[in-house]
């Protein structure tokens, strides 16, 4: 894992398995999130989510009172989640997959996005990966079928659910 961490940490792009579906991060650096949106289709206006790399690092850097058992909570209720602290901040994840263990012991905030062209739908296998993302991508780590399912968001503004 210490090779895969010091390549996160030179700005190298992982596809990676979450809990719902296939994923692509980074570490923050301007040039890859440029990149990203390139590859993507996305309007520069729509923030990336972060994957925490952990609840009370979650808590400590939107500088919430939420407490980390209610945050859990929603983890445990739901497939997969995405918490919303603030409308202009990035919205936060924590996931149920082994690939957690890479963002905690990175010990960063590990900027994230689907691995699908902005407007089409998400990626649960491995094999249906646009080559226009898959060729930008320094790492792959195939993880099976996943769920397919978006994650379900979190509003701590509005204190209410929102399925996708």
């Known amino acids: 894992?210490?090779?895969y961490i010091s390549e996160a940490k030179t700005g190298k792009i992982f596809i990676y398995p979450?809990?719902?579906i296939y994923g692509i991060g980074w570490i923050f650096r301007d040039?890859?999130?440029?990149?990203i949106y390139e590859i993507k289709n996305r309007p520069?206006?729509?923030?990336?989510?972060i994957i925490m790399p952990s609840f009370q690092y979650m808590i400590d850097f939107y500088q919430t009172n939420k407490i980390e058992e209610e945050l859990k909570n929603y983890l445990n209720q739901y497939h997969g989640?995405?918490?919303?602290f603030d409308y202009n901040k990035p919205?936060?994840?924590?996931?149920?997959?082994?690939f957690q263990a890479f963002v905690t012991e990175l010990w960063v905030p590990f900027i994230t996005t689907s691995c699908n062209i902005s407007g089409q739908a998400p990626i649960a296998e491995i094999t249906k990966l646009p080559?226009?993302?898959?060729?930008?991508?320094?790492?792959?780590?195939?993880?099976g079928v996943l769920a397919g399912k978006p994650s379900v968001?979190?509003?701590?503004?509005?204190?209410?659910?929102?399925?996708?």
Do not use: C
Request: cysteine-free.
């Open 131 to 143: 080559t226009e993302i898959s060729d930008q991508a320094d790492y792959v780590i195939d993880g």
């Open 153 to 164: 968001l979190i509003d701590l503004v509005e204190n209410k659910v929102i399925e996708r």
């Open 1 to 3: 894992m210490d090779f």
């Open 81 to 84: 989640v995405m918490y919303i």
């Open 31 to 35: 040039d890859v999130v440029n990149k």
């Open 44 to 49: 520069p206006q729509k923030l990336f989510p």
């Open 18 to 20: 979450t809990d719902t």
């Open 91 to 98: 919205w936060a994840r924590i996931i149920k997959h082994p």
